[in-house]
């Protein structure tokens, strides 16, 4: 099922983006984000070397239950976006920003618990793709059209290895 939806994302997202303005800058009338619809973060820190300590397997299992969670709300989170874009493919797609830039910063928290090395890894894995899918929001989201099925891939890779390391 998770992965029916991740596809869908990526589908919808491409559809979207190639229907929409080429650059991020506002039509006439238009604006970025609808101010009150946009949520904030706190900056996330830059990811810095987890001291070594020792793994708790309760704590392990629980951020893998955690860390499942928060992406396919995350996925949800995003497709609602996807759905509003056609009206406003601008705010859609810096909201979908603001939306995984806090995917990212909670996968960054889970990373810093006290759980085994693969769970970690596979995090940062997961940490990296998310970093990947943001600059090409920013930078160049027509270009996620030709990257579709390598973005899906890389989708389907973290969540299988997340799904393998949490065994």
């Not at 303005?21 to 009338?29: A, S, W």
């Not at 499942?68 to 709300?73: A, G, I, L, P, R």
């Not at 497709?79 to 996968?107: C, H, R, T």
Request: charged share 25%; with cysteine.
């Amino acid at each position: 099922m998770r992965r029916s939806w991740l596809a869908l994302l990526v589908v919808a997202a491409v559809t979207v983006i190639a229907c929409a303005h080429p650059t991020e800058d506002p039509l006439p009338g238009e604006t970025l984000a609808d101010p009150t619809t946009t949520r904030t973060t706190a900056p996330t820190p830059s990811r810095s070397s987890t001291p070594t300590r020792t793994s708790d397997p309760a704590v392990t299992e629980e951020v893998c239950d955690d860390a499942q969670s928060v992406t396919q709300d995350a996925v949800d989170e995003i497709m609602a976006k996807v759905a509003q874009a056609q009206a406003n493919p601008a705010a859609a797609i810096a909201q979908a920003i603001v939306i995984g830039e806090e995917w990212k910063s909670k996968l960054e928290d889970f990373r810093d618990e006290p759980i085994t090395t693969p769970v970690r890894d596979t995090l940062d894995e997961g940490i990296d793709m998310i970093d990947d899918l943001l600059r090409t929001l920013r930078t160049n989201p027509t270009s996620l059209i030709s990257q579709a099925n390598q973005i899906q891939d890389q989708i389907d890779e973290f969540q299988d290895n997340l799904a393998d390391a949490c065994e």
